[in-house]
């Protein structure tokens, strides 16, 4: 039960992210990196494709690169609102990070299978909050939806 | 002829990013994106980990995001000096990357057989001066090589 406040505490900083990036105009998709072993959190991010102009700021790739340079990721647990696409699960495998956090899986299911392939531990929230905010943007703009997941 | 010419200057520009991160005292791998149509470059960027403190800036990421947002990326060229990893090569995977430029992959494997397996042309050239540079500093700075890989 400890775990399970604990991996919804968690959620809800993605989910903060995941809100700031609405805010701001972008793509609602939010991410955190923790420690596993000390709960301390060690970056949190959002994608900022529509903010920065950046392509390669997905919620994942900006919450690890503002946990700046880690010796090992082994012992981290990556949350994210939504299943990571191939990019982000490709960073997840190549830095070997333990544990990924999956707000939703519904709109869209990435690598999720690449990922329990290579070891990952994978724990499914199912979050109402995280499918609504992400459906209701990409109702709204589904270009934008599209250009970030590399859809015609 | 004229296209293996064309390569090999595309590959010149990813080196030269490649020999700029040298001198900056970062891991020494650079890339770059071109248009496949008009041969026009749209991006070029090298591995930013030890400059920036940013371990999601890897050459192929860097490349990426400073080409900005794309509306499509089936007709671009990734020409990196070194064999994309999981992450890179999710990257390429994720956005349909066409084809795929490596200087060398004998000092790293990296992602090329999927790349292969889900469509994306893989034109190896075989690069000493790829090799050379990449196996001093890995030489020298061990450390940094497997932090940057993600290994311990």
Redesign the interface.
Known sequence: MLEMISYEAMLEIALEEAKIGHAEGGVPIGAALFDRITGNLLGRGHNK?VQD?????HGE??A??N????????DTIMVTTLAP???????I????IGTVIVGESETFQG?IDWLKEHGVKIIQMDSIECKQLLSGFIHEHPEIWN?D??E?
Chains 1, 2 share one sequence.
Do not use: K, M, N, V
Request: net charge positive; charged share 25%.
């Open positions: 494709r102009g950046d392509p390669s700021s790739t900006d690890f690169r946990a700046g340079r880690q010796r090992s990721y082994r696409c191939w990019y982000c699960s490709g960073l495998i190549q830095f070997g690598g250009e997941i590399g015609l």
